[in-house]
């Protein structure tokens, strides 16, 4: 080991002769003073070259022992920066692709605001100054149909309004007609989600006894989005009849599972932009995401690491954070 | 129609105009008696609070905005019933110009009844707001 540690130190940099270099130079003069001790030396001289021979051994072994610790604990260091490169670089490479997601989607609602709303506000303001009574009917309806059809539709990719009030309600909205839900109890309406109301400045908080847990927004929206993408995936797929969601708690994991019953995965298969998202997004929270044939179809498995927090704690946590 | 026949009703809207309309078509109804108007659930709340959570002074129906309170984390879906699973008894009727999917059905899974939804659009008239009230009273009312 500490020979081929010594050969790799050699290969990688000159420097690395410098300690090389003196053990040989001491092996070279222990052997030229071995050899005066056993042709050519007198007794008086016997004593002084038999202890700078013991000396020099001893360098060199601290020699040889010190170059091949440091050389073994540089190769270590160098293998753990490697490792922090790669993972550093697939954490970069999802949050890019988060990153662009997230523009596209400002993009595409800031191009919609300012090309098609604007426009069409305008245009409605201008009609209601000139118009007669009988037109204002048909100006309302088309006002409506902007505000139900598409603002509502971009609003909701903003972010979905059922999401605002719970999980629970947001899944149940999101996978009507689309897919069975389980979702632990302990995320529902059966936990109990208590209010306290306090009396200085009217201050509607959670009670230290609810027992509901709480993901917070920004997961939350992970795991509807995750879902989103899963299920859609799964919806595409031929022989798809069925898809079932479970999401619950495993150790100290949040569990999120898509089965489906449609045709299973190849042998090779290439991430879409759907499984790319679902998997920047698990590493976002640095969970880990699976894709894999079962019995019957395939499951997608996402295992986040999560810690359970009722809602009152998560409140208590975010005061304190805000007091230091 | 006197007033005691009558069904009470309070309103929480943080949409001045909104409520200013509720108040008008609620005060004007024959079968509603209008026995307060809040601007959030917080001033609902402090109200409540000061008279101590007395049975009797809990009206019939809410009418409530889901997103009207000044906490950005408190909507009035999970408020409201929570104060059910606390004993009190009332119906309630959620008016908001977005679309909460499945929440009625969520709220129902515990409270089975006495919960309704109106969209809130330009077409939304007096007398389906006063139907949808009268509808999700009456669905409570069952249960009594």
Known sequence: ?324 | MNQSSKISVMIIENDDDFRDLLNDIFELSEQFALRGSFSSIEEFCNLLLQQGLPENWIPQLLVADVLASVNPRIESASFLAALRDEGLNFAALFISSADFGSMLRVLRKKHPHGWGFVLKNSRLTERAILEAAFETYRDFAVTR
């Open chain 1, 1 to 324: 080991m500490t020979l081929k540690y010594l050969i790799e130190l050699l290969r990688r940099d000159r420097m690395n002769w410098a300690p090389v270099l003196l053990i040989f130079g001491q092996i070279i003069y222990m052997g030229s003073a071995t050899m005066v001790l056993l042709y050519e030396l007198d007794d008086s001289h016997v004593a002084a070259v038999t202890t700078s021979i013991f000396v020099g051994m001893i360098v060199i072994i601290y020699t040889i022992v010190g170059v091949a610790r440091t050389s073994a604990r540089l190769l270590q260091i160098e293998k753990q920066d490697a490792e922090i490169r790669t993972l550093f670089e697939k954490y970069v490479k999802n949050r890019d692709l988060l990153e662009l997601i997230d523009n596209q989607i400002r993009e595409e609602i800031g191009s919609w605001i300012h090309g098609t709303l604007q426009p069409k506000l305008v245009k409605l303001a201008k009609d209601v100054r000139n118009s007669k009574s009988e037109e204002l009917e048909q100006i309302a309806k088309r006002i409506d149909e902007i505000n139900e059809h598409e603002v509502r539709a971009y609003a909701h990719k903003l972010f979905p309004p059922a999401l605002l009030v719970s999980l629970e309600v947001g899944l149940e909205s999101l996978l009507e007609n689309r897919a069975e839900l389980v979702l632990d109890v302990r995320f529902t309406s059966a936990a109990d989600l208590r209010f306290s109301i306090l009396n200085q400045g009217c201050e509607v908080t959670l009670s230290e006894n609810s027992a509901r847990l709480s993901v917070g927004r920004n997961l939350g929206y992970a795991i509807y989005r995750m879902i989103e993408e899963a299920v859609a995936n799964s919806e595409k797929k031929f022989g798809t009849t069925k898809i079932s969601v479970h999401v619950g708690l495993e150790n100290d994991f949040l569990v999120i599972s898509v089965r489906d019953n449609g045709e299973p995965l190849a042998i090779k298969f290439e991430f879409g932009l759907g499984l790319s998202v679902i998997e920047a997004f698990s590493q976002k929270y640095e969970g880990t995401m699976s894709l894999h044939n079962v019995t019957g179809g395939v499951e997608l498995l996402v295992k986040i690491p999560y810690t359970p927090t009722t809602f009152n704690e998560k409140i208590e946590r975010s005061k304190s954070k805000d007091r230091s």
